[in-house]
């Protein structure tokens, strides 16, 4: 025998799964505070925002898929594992966000003064050669920055369909023309790269 309890569950499951917003209101109230409860337990070191949003997103995926549910004992499971599945995620991505947090920090304590100066000068002084090298011919410039990619002449040569001579020579003109333009560190940093 089905108990008045079961009929009018099923009756609610009916008129949910036909989209009726007075069925999604009645499942919101009953479950929305139990829900919240849940997902504040789960996502304790976070604020209540955290707990609210996972469980309104929730219920909107709840009655999105109204259609799928068999029973309204389906409904309820699918609502507080679906909250603690998202509650673990927000754990993660927290755990992920801290993780760069911690090794942002830990890279930035390890940096004195003297190296950031460093890098600060490094980084002016590639700018400078990146700049120079735009003013070179057109062919010494396509091949100085081919070589600052990273490559050899050889591959420079094969790239342009050139011989690997004529990309010797085109990089003796280039260094040539940037000495007159370069700082003293600029030559060197140009010197490191090729």
């Not at 990146?130 to 070179?136: G, M, R, V």
């Not at 370069?182 to 010197?191: M, P, Q, V």
């Amino acid at each position: 025998m089905t108990s008045r309890h079961e009929i009018e569950e099923k009756a609610l499951l009916i008129r949910f799964q036909s989209g009726d917003r007075g069925a999604m209101n009645t499942i919101f109230r009953l479950y929305h505070p139990a829900l919240i409860f849940f997902a504040n337990r789960l996502l304790f070191n976070f604020d209540q925002a955290s707990a609210q949003e996972v469980v309104l997103d929730v219920m909107l995926k709840t009655f999105e898929l109204r259609e799928t549910f068999k029973s309204y004992a389906s409904v309820k499971a699918f609502m507080y594992i679906s909250t603690k599945n998202r509650c673990l995620n927000v754990i993660e991505k927290e755990k992920v966000r801290l993780n760069r947090l911690n090794k942002y920090t830990q890279d930035l304590d390890e940096l004195d003064d003297e190296n950031i100066l460093s890098k600060m000068i490094h980084t002016e002084v590639l700018r400078e050669l990146s700049q120079s090298i735009e003013f070179l011919p057109e062919q010494c410039r396509n091949i100085m920055q081919k070589l600052m990619d990273g490559k050899t002449p050889k591959e420079v040569s094969a790239e342009l369909d050139i011989s690997v001579s004529t990309v010797n020579s085109q990089k003796a003109r280039a260094i040539s023309i940037l000495k007159k333009t370069l700082s003293n560190k600029g030559i060197a940093l140009l010197l490191f790269y090729l």
